[in-house]
């Protein structure tokens, strides 16, 4: 497994590798099992005669000013360690430096999917990912990237930037890996105390019983799902602020229409100063 740290290592890796199919995998480090399952649908798809690269880099630009970039976990070697444990060829671990010159004055900005749901509480945050995702594809020249679900609006926006920008890039979801009582694996998981940890499930139990309202009780109402886990979440999680619960058009992220094929709810909850995320699909 090759360790890269800069941009001339990295093209030159690229060059030497021309022509092998490539899958990459953007991650900020602190890896846990979801990351290790993304790399291990990346080995998949790349078969053994491609490459897997995974990008380690806590990206300042979708950071806002009170938020935890300075305390976000930072974990180089065991990272490496999960990386060649599950099939990674390559690793671009990058320092801010190298990836964001002083005096950079381009950047993209997303002006529609990222208005709601996280977007709305983390104004600027988007448009960081959208710009770190461009320039490590750019940078890692690959063919097929993967991306967890877990973040819903993350992937129909790196989706849309693919199309809008013309990226010659398959993008693939993958489901979110969880702790057996159910809490999405995150690497912000390790904010909280015991008490905290032990109310952080209700997220997914609420979930779980709005998409058994939806789908075997019928209910189709989304404010009548939106209440059902606000109150589950005041019950059972008294520790819990809730930052939103979105009942969306998985393709639009807006309200769901006629139109409407997929339905999701997305919910952020903080958890003391860590903000959780999850969703599910109502099919
Ligand atoms: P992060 O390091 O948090 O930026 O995440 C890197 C990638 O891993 C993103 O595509 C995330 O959606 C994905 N990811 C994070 N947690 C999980 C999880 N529990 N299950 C599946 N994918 C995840």
Request: glycine share 6%; proline share 4%.
């Amino acid at each position: 497994m090759n360790v890269i740290n800069n941009i001339r290592q990295l093209r030159s890796w690229s060059s030497i590798n021309r022509g092998t199919r490539c899958v990459f995998v953007p991650t900020m480090g602190a890896l846990h099992e979801g990351h290790a399952a993304l790399i291990r649908a990346a080995r998949e798809l790349a078969g053994q005669s491609g490459n897997v690269v995974v990008s380690i880099f806590v990206n300042p630009l979708q950071f806002g000013p009170n938020e935890d970039f300075s305390k976000y976990p930072r974990t180089l070697v065991e990272d490496l360690a999960i990386c060649r444990d599950n099939g990674a060829d390559a690793i671009f671990a990058p320092k801010a430096e190298e990836l964001y010159l002083p005096d950079r004055s381009i950047q993209l900005f997303e002006t529609s999917l990222s208005k709601t749901l996280c977007g709305a509480s983390r104004p600027g945050h988007f448009d960081g990912v959208c710009t770190v995702v461009a320039k490590l594809f750019n940078l890692v020249q690959c063919d097929e990237a993967v991306f967890g679900k877990k973040d819903y609006q993350q992937l129909a926006i790196i989706r849309r930037m693919v199309r809008d920008l013309d990226y010659n890039i398959i993008i693939h979801g993958i489901d979110t890996i969880r702790e057996p009582d159910g809490l999405a694996m995150s690497s912000r998981n390790r904010y909280l105390n015991a008490d905290e940890r032990a109310q952080a499930p209700v997220l997914r139990a609420a979930l779980v019983k709005a998409r058994e309202a939806y789908i075997k009780g019928g209910e189709r109402d989304g404010k009548m799902l939106r209440q059902m886990i606000l109150d589950q979440i005041a019950a059972e999680a008294p520790l819990g602020r809730v930052d939103y619960i979105e009942v969306v058009d998985a393709a639009t992220l807006q309200t769901p229409t006629e139109a409407t094929q997929l339905v999701a709810i997305a919910v952020a909850v903080f958890f003391g100063s860590a903000r959780l995320i999850d969703n599910i699909e109502l099919k």
